[in-house]
């Protein structure tokens, strides 16, 4: 499995770089449709097909992401292995990989509900929860997209790692406030 991951490293690469592109892309745009629907205090049924259909292209962007991925890790696995940025990288991935599950099982099942009013005395925290989720997903893809784009990235595993979750904390923090700011509108 190696040799053929080293034979076509750079078939893979690309297919990762692509990859990478179109999954950052669609959580981008996701992010931002989402907060644009949002101009009008809610999102409708067709707003949230749209946001359903960029989070497919998100899965299967990190399906490629991951095979493509796994077969250059294939090609030099001891090398990666002692690379911080690679072990960071792979963090950041894991955090989009779960971040991902509980946008796509807790939150868009409801995400008609909370925006729409639907469910009557709606627990804030599903907004707060969706406002928290989607900054911790454009976080980590921006995150990840530098750490890979970044080729002497200084410092130590711990140093990038802080980095990183820094601005995931400044990120959450900040979508906290933008819930607030967007609860006190709707009032």
Partial sequence: MAELAEQYHQLFLIAHLLSIAVGLGAATVADFLFFRFLKDLKITKEESTI???LSQVIWVALIFIVLSGLALYLS???AYNQTPKFLVKMI????IIMNGIGLNFLVAP????IFTGQLLQIPRYW????FALGSISITSWYTAAVIGA???????FADILKWYLTVLVAAIVASQLAETLFARRKL
């Fill in 110 to 113: 409801r995400v008609e509900q």
């Fill in 127 to 130: 907004r707060r929860l969706a």
């Fill in 150 to 156: 970044y080729r002497g990235m200084p410092g130590s």
């Fill in 51 to 53: 946001l359903s259909s």
């Fill in 92 to 95: 950041v991935f894991a955090v």
């Fill in 76 to 78: 030099s696995a001891s």
